[in-house]
């Protein structure tokens, strides 16, 4: 703990339940009438970057919104299906801002940051009250109220929720708030764009090079301040939960030109994905964690057992989590219910014919949520058939379209049969380094949402990514970036011709043309598994010193390879979606290399990922709070001629003034 | 469930630009497994053709889950092929058999242009909702969410109009190319909600004028929209739409 905090994460003083209202008391303002000629680029369109824009719009700023897809409301954040907290405590269960700023703490394995999650809960309640306003169509109780449920790592019943879309409805709020203010004129978009370069000057962050993927024309845009919200990186596995054109590239860019990269080793593995099925599969899909609500999940209690899990007596199956976890039990938080399932699969109790799932079962909740039924309907003495039909209506109504989908993937259908899950990649904790007020280590740059490091520590709770999300976007970086701009109002727009914006436009001219002319003789795809096969195996959910370091070289070599082999047709000058993934992967492969590192560095099993070497007698993951309370924040200082990147660690310690850390205990 | 593998002909729509004149050409893929999804499939053969040394098909897709609206392709005539209340990222193989021809074509509606190959230009959707599909209200203080409670059914009924993905699959499968089934959701969304009460008869009008203004078709109620939607959103939308616009004609002569 001697280490010198030698990153300024601008933390308020006073006590924590008061910083983020003295800051907001305290920070700097622009006058409307200068906010009108201060410029603001907004990368991403998902919930921080809609969000953002829409809010940043309002205020009267000049916004530019740039989204790959050909519309902001495609970006991402509309897949996620199971909710959103918020501490309202409607259901009187004890829920407060603490308690769940306690659960995200507590939840993240202590890694996360204390002033920015209590920030996070006290604006929780804002963003439904925001999103109803907006006419976000929410679950709802027969009296007219807001319905809620509970995920993983809970007590408490605090997730609003939209059936097992409540992403996309959120996105779509969000959406609808940015088209508003387009109508208005205050924000331009531009979609089927990407981010290739952050354009430097002066030490601050003064626009993007950006190319439109139509015309392949490369485009220069300036901006007093860069706001990055282009989610997570979870790509780098190949296989994932992530949309196919998810992508690290601008934020990676932004590392290679000075903003220290936090946590990447830090990524969650999701315990309820629809298994791998086949050679070809292209991603994973989830089911929503609100299944294990109801759910139970179970294996044989036999190894190998080949029956299928309708003919498995109640008596031979054994349900570990509520086994090994009897307080949470199937609600114990994800990278606990990860483990846990590879755990079995590894001993050789897994299911399916990979064996590589586990069960999640409904059988029960249907009977349970039947006799309810029949008691309201007043049917007495009611047949198993009768109660199987009204549970099964039930059911249907509460996670239908999420038991569709699957029987769309699998062909199997998951009323009749226990569904077969596995843990995936699904979400990065890891990200750029903010500070408090969401700035990176370059002036004038900030990461909103998943694309910054701050809030969900080493494993994120369930229902608090779309909360993050729509916290920096709509609540706190309306009053931050404000701060910096109030001293931005002297400086005059900078024309593009300026030479660093002519710099930046060649390196990325420089970068594809270097692509093109590769003319190898492997597809952009098979580079990209080979990256994911490394990454899962090595960097996945189990880690040993031994393999990190193996994966650092075999990294190395594969970027290597990639500059020899890598085969792109087409040219640059019009839409040629192998050339933006080819420059997709490269950044990839760059970014598992520092993966493999910043895990090799942190010696401890910590939120999603267990390292080998570290853990309890009977098997649990052993964190060194001694050792490791800090966010790891890696400054990019050039390609070494070893071959491999040069990244320096900086630390960030972490200084818990109101949790004390203890082991977590879900049992 | 039964896995089996597969000898596909594929007949696809190229066309290298908008300005371009596009035709169809024709492509076999071998050994392609039931439980691969369709754009698995494209993958196969892209990455084939990649080897090649030719230009992959260009298609649009993302999430890969159904839900971003992104995919959009005409597969055997129908919009996102054979399958009910599906996009074409969740269609999987085993709904074609061994030996199958399969002709895959992009959006066909003026107000789509194709883009390239199969993918086609939908930004006229982000301008009708400019014109007005949304609540206008500012960030920060709005009352508490439950301070204005909605009857379930209401709630529910919002929420079935809002599952709306945007993919566009209503216009293609229209005979006119209409997109009334994707304004009629997000007017009755709104319509429904307390929140979208002062702006509802501004809506209508703005919404549909922009509609005719991006060059869709008129809706003559044949009902091809919802038989197609990946999302099942009900005709019963453009019932409400119509009778919004009639109740906002009839009842304020301010407007138009």
């Known amino acids: ?667 | 469930m039964e896995h089996y593998n597969m000898n596909l002909t594929l007949k696809v729509w190229r066309q290298a630009n908008s300005e371009a004149q596009g035709n169809f050409e024709i492509f076999s893929v071998a050994n392609i497994s039931s439980e691969m999804s369709f754009l698995e499939m494209f993958d196969v053969l892209n990455e084939q053709l990649v080897e090649e040394g030719k230009e992959p098909i260009a298609f649009d897709h993302d999430c890969r889950e159904g839900i971003c609206g992104m995919c959009s392709m005409y597969i055997n005539g129908k919009p996102h092929g054979p399958w009910q209340q599906n996009t074409t990222c969740q269609l999987h193989m085993r709904a074609f058999k061994d030996g199958d021809t399969i002709v895959v074509e992009p959006w066909r509606a003026k107000a789509f242009p194709v883009i390239k190959d199969l993918i086609v230009d939908r930004g006229a959707f982000d301008r009708i909702i400019e014109a007005g599909g949304y609540v206008s209200i500012n960030t920060g203080n709005p009352q508490d969410a439950n301070n204005i409670p909605i009857e379930k059914k209401k709630a529910d009924e919002a929420f079935a109009a809002a599952a709306c993905i945007g993919c566009g699959a209503c216009v293609a499968a229209c005979k006119n190319s209409s997109a009334l089934l994707f304004v009629g959701a997000k007017v009755s969304q709104l319509a429904l909600l307390p929140q979208g009460e002062p702006e509802r008869k501004s809506r209508v009008f703005d919404m549909l004028t922009q509609m005719d203004k991006e060059g869709f078709g008129a809706c003559t109620s044949t009902g091809a929209c919802e038989a197609t939607c990946p999302k099942g959103i009900s005709i019963a939308n453009i019932a409400r739409l119509n009778h919004e616009y009639i109740r906002a004609a009839v009842l304020d002569d301010t407007v138009h």
């Open chain 1, 1 to 667: 703990m001697a280490e010198k905090n030698i990153l300024d994460n601008k933390i308020p003083e006073g006590p924590l339940d008061q910083k983020w209202t003295n800051y907001k008391g305290h920070c700097k303002l622009v006058n409307p009438s200068n906010k009108r000629k201060l410029e603001v680029i907004v990368v991403g369109t998902g919930l921080a970057g809609a969000s953002a824009a829409a809010t940043l719009g309002e205020l009267g700023y000049k916004v530019k919104a740039f989204c790959y897809q050909d519309s902001p409301r495609r970006a991402h954040s509309i897949a996620a299906q199971g909710g959103i907290n918020a501490a309202k405590n409607y259901q009187n269960d004890g829920d407060s801002v603490f308690r769940l700023f306690y659960d995200t703490i507590k939840g993240g394995d202590y890694r996360a940051r204390e002033a920015n999650v209590h920030r996070l809960s006290e604006v929780s309640g804002n963003i439904i009250d925001q999103c109803v306003a907006q006419g976000v169509p929410f679950a709802r109780e027969y009296g007219g109220l807001l319905s809620n449920r509970s995920f993983g790592g809970v007590q408490v019943q605090r997730t609003f929720y939209a059936a097992g879309q409540t992403g996309q409805q959120l996105l779509l709020g969000a959406y609808s708030a940015l088209e508003r203010q387009v109508a208005l004129g205050t924000v331009t978009i531009y979609n089927r764009h990407e981010m290739e370069e952050v354009v430097v000057i002066d030490g601050k962050a003064r626009g993007i090079i950006a190319r439109n993927l139509v015309t392949g024309e490369i485009e220069r845009h300036f901006g007093h301040a860069v706001l990055l919200c282009t989610g997570g990186y979870g790509n780098v596995f190949f296989l994932s939960t992530n949309a196919m054109g998810s992508n690290v590239t601008a934020a990676w860019k932004a590392h290679r030109k000075g903003a220290y990269f936090a946590n990447p080793c830090f990524t969650q593995i999701h315990p309820t994905c629809i298994p791998v099925s086949g050679e070809n599969q292209s991603k994973l899909t989830l089911m929503s964690e609100s299944l294990r609500n109801d759910g139970r999940i179970w294996v044989p209690k036999q190894k190998n057992d080949t029956r299928k899990g309708n003919d498995i007596p109640e008596d031979e199956r054994d349900y570990y989590l509520e086994r090994r976890y009897p307080a949470f039990g199937n609600l114990v938080p994800r990278d606990v219910a990860s483990r846990a399932a590879k755990e079995r699969c590894d001993a050789g109790y897994g299911v399916g014919t990979s064996k590589q799932s586990v069960y999640l079962d409904f059988a029960e909740a249907i009977v349970r949520y039947g006799k309810i039924e029949c008691g309201k309907h007043g049917i007495t003495d009611p047949s198993a058939a009768v109660i199987q039909q009204h549970g099964l209506d039930v059911v249907k109504e509460k996670y239908g379209n999420l038991f569709d989908m699957y029987a769309k993937i699998t062909g199997e259908d998951p009323y009749l049969t226990p569904m077969r899950i596995f843990p995936a990649v699904h979400y990065t904790m890891g990200g750029l380094w903010v500070d408090y007020e969401l700035k990176t280590t370059i002036d004038g740059l900030y990461a909103l949402g998943e694309c910054n490091f701050s809030d969900h520590g080493a494993n994120r709770l369930g229902a608090s990514a779309l909360m993050q999300g729509l916290s920096d976007g709509y609540f706190v970086i309306p009053y931050t970036l404000g701060n910096y701009l109030a001293d931005e109002i002297y400086n005059q727009p900078i024309p593009t011709t300026h030479p660093e914006f002519d710099k930046a436009e060649k390196e990325v001219k420089d970068r594809i043309s270097k692509l093109l002319n590769v003319k190898g003789t492997e597809t952009v795809d098979s580079l990209h598994r080979r990256l994911g096969k490394i990454m899962w195996d090595k960097c996945g959910m189990a880690r040993t010193a031994e393999g990190l370091t193996e994966a650092i070289n075999e990294i190395a070599q594969l970027r290597k390879e990639f500059w020899e082999k890598v085969k792109i047709p087409g040219s640059d000058k019009e839409l040629n979606p192998e050339l933006e993934k080819a420059g997709r992967v490269i950044d990839f492969i760059e970014l598992g290399e520092l993966m493999c590192k910043d895990a090799l560095d942190r010696a401890e099993s910590c939120g999603g990922h267990f390292r080998e070497e570290s853990q309890t007698p009977d098997g649990e993951a052993l964190r060194h709070d001694d050792q490791f309370m800090y966010v790891s924040a890696w400054e990019f200082t050039g390609e070494n001629p070893n071959g491999l990147l040069g990244e320096e660690l900086h630390k960030d310690q972490l200084v818990y003034e109101v949790i004390k850390p203890t082991t977590r205990n879900y049992k």
